[in-house]
């Protein structure tokens, strides 16, 4: 395998240096102007996020973009939209909830409270898919769920604990493949486009808006789950990142991370895998 | 006393076996020595037996030979039997003297052979010879004389029992001797075993003392051995033997193997230690890193760094990745081209570079008080399948030995794959994870076009459920146009009959009612006069009524015949003021009329219907004019219209009140009607004719000061007439229509495009019901008709399975697990069986809540499941589920 060689870049469009530059000065600008700090995304990933928006909004080039960001302050929300990629499904990897009642449940049994961190829950299928879990396990009365996204959107949507009928149908098939003891349809009514989650699931969770990329923590966890959301990353900001959950996570604390998603080196020393290529860790007690 | 010579294995072996040699030599010789004596001494004692008993036999027989001899020659006196006699007398000395020989050392023998000697003398002396001389001398007589006393005869028998005596006594010492033969013969065989032992004692004492000597070393260097194979092959341990033999050379041996097998060993378990260390490590500086605080300690280096080939081709560089006791980030160059110094020769060449006291200046090695110049260093290429990966730089105070060398040979070919691998894996990782964020931006760009496309679809839908509702509208609006023209026509017709029949009566209770007022024969008194004359005031009101509402029925029912033909405009004023210069008068009011100059004489237009509506106007006029004047004018104005205004100076129309009294019925307020009177008709039909003749109406009016109505008139033709007819029609059906539903008709579009999506989900979906339970199936079929859903029932599987092969239509089944014939999910299987049914939505309803049965009716194929009793909003939830078209996935 040729490492050096590869370049990732898969658009049809080559990657000018002039459109580097410029992608650059957007980010800064971003951070200068709004706080909005994607100086440690992955640039292959917001470059196509940018050439999306600028092919949906007939943008000629990046600096124009960055000429409507810093003019028009209505735009920065929707290019920051943009970035946040918000692709979730219920019970998504249904393998992972499954190793996660087997391996996680019984260590969480034995707490008298449970607090889980779901960083980057995006549009919060997987929260509800966790309170569900929970409640199953008779677990959700002790536990609460702080639920947090950088998109305020995102967590709007959230909140709202709505999810297009035109999903479902796969929702109940991860639910019935992670192991489902009760029915599905037990969780929800509808409107005509509509599942609308009963509203006793959301009753210990917490939604809020933060940026790990720029937020710290604000409590101790005894579940980090991060799932599908370093993959934007690069290295520094993973490693931040992981730090942070290190810090956030209490002892034999459980970190959830993506299905392509692996420790990085630094802290792989840190954790034990509770099961086999299921991104189930365990925090491993303090080395002296 | 051994020790002291240090005997080698082979001395020692020899002089054993020698010393065993000489024990058996010796015993043999003794052996032998004793057997031949036993031996002489047999043959002696045999030999001298049998000479003894021969000597005797011969003595006897010599005797006895004698006396035969002497005894035939007596008798025959043949001189031939002498011959015997003489040779006895001969013989018998000597015989004897060999006999005595023997015999002499035995005492009593010797005795009893001299008394045999002296005997054998005697015989011959007084027997033999005298009577041999007596017969040769003839003397017959004295033989006989001589045998009658026997001298002879009794010598003879005494010689004869001391040969016996003799003969007995040496058996009896043969036998003697064999005995003591036998004795000795025994001691030896004892000799022989007693010698046996002594040698082997001799020769066991040899063989172990030789063998302790021996194996004693041996076990020496097993145990030596053994030690280190069982301590885990520590093989630091030597062997150390005190000999100086050859078990000293194989311990020697040995040591050098030991040696040289630590050496080995300690290359290995380095290697093992670097590929152990090497495993679980996915990143390169990681590895990189580790590497040199590993392998630094093993070759003693002092200092070390660490660089990784970058790019390809032209563009190969080496660039410093991790350092071993550098000095931050100064300790060698961070980035080296190929071929460029010795690390990039060695790069270019593959070739280790190993350089013994470079005299250059060589980087310090730096510890916390002094600075360094080391003595050696050291360049190795990683290589992974003939390609260069990396390059190790160490240096040293010491010199590298061949050792590390091996080792750094050995450690860099693992190393290579090591390096390849974690390079490998971190681009898979990387490149998984990229992946993951393309499938996930794709699913997102996917989302947003779906988005997008639904967005469209939806507004298309909108729009086409709007063009829909709009025909449908439209439709209705014909329908309802038809019907009311219809319904205007019956109304017409009413009317026109009614009209007609209410006239007859009418009309003859007006004559009467004004012949009953004129009272021409005074037969009533002057108040029944008066009551006559108001049932013909209201008679005739009521008739004008009647009259104003088939006008105005027959205008908006269209039935309007219009006739287009010349009028005369200078012949209207006159008509005019014959019908109102009386009111006026009456009044006392003035009328005026004016023609403006350039008007022209003929005007194309109705004319029937041109007079109607100035005598309508100019009735309203004059009725609500109580003093000034009614002034009505004629202009033909630019826009080639015939404007006809009439001003009065009445009581005038509020503004608000002024678009009001065009319509039917109205006036400016309920008082008007009760002061003027009038049907309130009248404008209204001045309106309507006004458009029917394609022309328009204005109002200018100040309260109390008075109105001006002036009506503009086009020239008209037959054609455009029609037109404006047909469309005055339609517009006159639709008008009340579209007035009074128009809002309320989009308000029920709206709602009736939201109420069609709500119940879209249900309205007209097929369902399969399958169930045996009669109460079950009467709630579920009345809930789901209810909806407007299609509902089949099966009463059992296999009922199920026949309507499911005449139509396969269906969009979801509701399958009842507990069933006769076929239960739920063998019928389950069955049908997933069938390709065309493998996508179709089975809900179970299962009666227990076990999650066993649950995972039962999944495996046996059905989409989701639902517990009995039934909660109709969670089975109606479910069904909107499984009923909504699928995004993505």
Known sequence: MDHDALDMSTDELPVSEWESIEIELLIEGLYRAYGQDFRHYLRSSIRRRIRNRMCMDGVATVTELLGKVLHEPDYVNKLVNDFSIKVTEMFRDPSFFHAFREKAVPMLRKLPEIRIWHAGCSTGEEVYSMAILLHEEDLLDKARIYATDMSEWAIDQAKSGKFPLKRMQAFTKNYLHAGGSKEFSGYYSTDSDYAIFNSSLADQMIFAQHNLATDSTFNEFHVILCRNVMIYFDPELQNRVHKLFHDSLSADGILALGSMEYLIAPWKQHYEELADGERLFKKKALER | ?889
């Open chain 2, 1 to 889: 006393m051994l020790r002291a010579f240090k005997f080698n294995i082979r001395s020692k072996i020899v002089i054993g076996y020698f010393l065993i040699l000489i024990c058996l030599g010796v015993s043999i010789v003794t052996v032998t020595d004793r057997i031949e004596a036993l031996q002489n001494e047999v043959e002696t004692i045999t030999t001298r037996d049998v000479e003894i008993h021969n000597l005797i036999a011969s003595i006897q027989y010599d005797a006895i030979s004698m006396e035969t001899a002497q005894r035939g020659f007596l008798l025959t006196g043949d001189e031939s039997y002498l011959a015997p006699y003489n040779k006895g007398v001969s013989q018998w000395e000597a015989n004897y003297n060999s006999l005595y020989a023997y015999i002499s050392d035995n005492p009593s023998t010797k005795k009893e052979l001299e008394e045999i000697k002296v005997t054998i003398q005697d015989w011959i002396i007084k027997a033999g010879e005298p009577t041999i001389a007596m017969k040769k001398q003839g003397m017959e007589d004295d033989i006989i004389a001589f045998f009658q006393n026997d001298v002879g005869k009794q010598q003879m028998d005494d010689l004869r029992t001391k040969f016996d005596a003799i003969g007995n006594q040496e058996v009896q010492s043969t036998k003697l001797h064999i005995i003591d033969l036998e004795n000795k013969n025994r001691l030896l065989t004892i000799g022989i075993y007693v010698l046996l032992l002594i040698a082997s004692i001799i020769s066991f004492m040899i063989v172990s003392f030789v063998s302790r000597s021996i194996v004693k070393t041996i076990k020496q260097v097993v145990s030596t051995i053994t030690e280190i194979a069982s301590s885990g092959g520590s093989l630091a341990t030597r062997i150390h033997v005190n000999t100086k033999d050859e078990i000293k050379e194989l311990g020697d041996a040995t040591n050098q193997l030991l040696a040289s097998l630590e050496a080995q060993s300690w290359i290995q378990s380095n290697v093992a230690e670097m590929a152990t260390m090497t495993q679980g490590i996915n990143n390169i500086e990681l590895l990189a890193q580790s590497f040199l605080t590993k392998v630094a300690p093993m070759v003693n280096a002092t200092y070390g760094v660490f660089y990784i080939r970058r790019g390809t081709g032209d563009q190969q560089r080496l660039e410093k990745l991790a350092s071993y006791a550098g000095s931050g980030e100064e300790t060698g160059k961070v980035s080296i081209r190929f071929g460029e110094g010795l690390v990039g020769q060695c790069a270019l060449e593959k070739r280790v570079f190993l350089i013994n006291q470079p005299k250059e200046q060589a980087p310090l090695i730096t510890t916390g008080l002094v600075d360094f110049e080391p003595r050696s260093v050291l360049m190795v290429p990683i290589e992974y399948e003939d390609r260069l990966e990396a390059v190790i730089e160490f240096a040293s105070l010491e010199s590298f030995t061949s050792l590390h060398l091996k080792l750094l040979e050995e450690i860099e070919k693992d190393f290579g794959i090591a390096v390849n691998n974690v390079a490998g894996r971190m681009e898979v990782e990387r490149l998984l994870s990229e992946s993951q964020v393309l499938t996930e931006e794709l699913q997102m760009q996917q989302e947003e076009m779906r988005m997008t496309t639904e967005h469209l679809e939806e507004q298309y839908l909108i729009a086409e459920q709007k063009t829909k509702e709009l025909e449908k509208a439209k439709e209705e609006l014909e329908d309802y146009s038809e019907q009311l023209q219809k319904s205007s026509q019956y109304k017409t017709n009413f009317l026109a009959n009614m009209s007609h029949e209410l006239r007859t009566p009418l009309n003859s209770i007006l004559i009467l009612s004004q012949l009953l007022a004129e009272n021409e024969n005074q037969t009533l008194n002057e108040d029944e006069a008066g009551f006559a004359k108001v049932i013909h005031t209201s008679g005739t009101d009521l008739l004008k009524l009647i009259d104003d509402i088939l006008d105005l029925s027959k205008i908006e029912a269209g039935k309007v015949i219009l006739t287009v033909d010349e009028v005369n405009l200078t012949e209207i004023p006159e008509l005019m003021k014959l019908t109102f210069n009386p009111i006026a008068e009456k009044k006392d009011i003035a009328f005026v009329i004016e023609m403006d100059a350039n008007l022209p004489n003929v005007w194309y237009t109705d004319g029937q219907r041109l007079q109607q509506i100035l005598k309508n106007l100019l009735s309203n006029a004059f009725k609500f004019t109580d003093k000034g004047s009614v002034q009505l004018r004629f202009e033909h104005t630019s826009q080639d219209m015939l404007a006809i205004s009439v001003t009065d100076t009445g009581i005038g129309i509020p503004k608000d009140k002024q678009k009001l009294i065009f319509e039917a019925f109205q006036q400016v307020d309920g008082n008007t009607n009760r002061l003027y009177g009038g049907t309130g008709l009248g404008l209204s039909i001045c309106s309507e004719f006004v458009k029917l003749l394609g022309g328009s109406i204005e109002l200018n009016s100040t309260i109390d000061k008075g109105s001006c109505f002036t009506v503009y008139l086009p020239q008209l033709s037959q054609e455009k007439l029609d037109s404006i007819l047909l469309a005055q029609q339609e517009a006159a059906a639709a008008a009340e229509l579209m007035a009074a539903e128009s809002e309320v008709l989009e308000q029920e579009m709206i709602q009736q495009i939201t109420e069609n999506a709500r119940t879209s989900e249900f309205a007209g979906k097929k369902v399969l019901l399958v169930e045996d339970d009669a109460r079950n199936v009467f709630a579920l079929v009345h809930a789901l008709e209810s909806k407007n859903m299609q509902v089949t029932v099966a009463g059992n599987g296999k009922r199920c399975l026949e309507i499911l092969r005449s139509e396969s239509d269906f969009d979801l089944v509701l399958m009842d697990i507990m069933m006769p014939l076929m239960d739920g999910y063998e019928t389950m299987r069955e049908m997933r069986k069938d390709s065309q049914l493998q996508s179709l939505p089975i809900i179970a309803l299962t009666a227990k809540a076990m999650k066993a049965d649950r995972d039962k009716c999944l495996e046996a194929g059905a989409s989701d499941y639902i517990s009995k009793p039934l909660q109709m909003d969670q089975l109606f939830s479910l069904m909107r589920v499984w009923l909504t078209k699928q995004v993505g996935n």
